[in-house]
């Protein structure tokens, strides 16, 4: 069974929008971890953060090619981290990915989460 899940990638048209979805099914990634974030990998390029959430605080972090245009956000009830995705551009083409980690500093690079999804893929075309 995955621990993450993650859906509602696609295909769009530029300044369309889309909403990612990722279910954390097991109870050690849904309850233990602190720091959840939305990754992405374009072809060639290495995975890089794109937003971040601290359970503990609720801050929110984005990187700066995003700032704006993304929300994270999470249901506790449901187990489930989102991502919004407006005025989608086409550099924002990648595989999206969720992960989650208990860490101090939740803004930190992929190496430093622990689980992960197995990602979405998402196409904005011009």
């Known amino acids: 069974q995955e621990q993450l899940v993650e859906s509602g990638g696609g295909s769009v048209q530029a300044g369309g929008s889309l909403r990612l979805s990722c279910v954390l099914s097991e109870y050690k990634v849904g309850f233990l971890q602190n720091c959840l974030g939305w990754f992405r990998q374009a072809p060639g390029k290495k995975r890089e953060g794109v937003a971040r959430?601290?359970?503990?605080?609720?801050?929110?972090y984005y990187s700066d090619p995003v700032k704006g245009r993304f929300t994270i956000s999470h249901d506790n009830t449901k187990k489930t981290l989102y991502l919004q995705m407006d005025s989608l551009k086409p550099g924002d083409t990648a595989m999206y990915y969720c992960?989650?980690?208990?860490?101090?500093?939740?803004?930190?690079?992929?190496?430093?989460?622990?689980?992960w999804g197995q990602g979405t893929q998402v196409t904005v075309s011009s």
């Open positions: 992960a989650a980690a208990r860490i101090g500093d939740c803004t930190g690079g992929p190496d430093d989460y622990t689980y």
């Open positions: 959430i601290n359970l503990d605080f609720g801050h929110t």
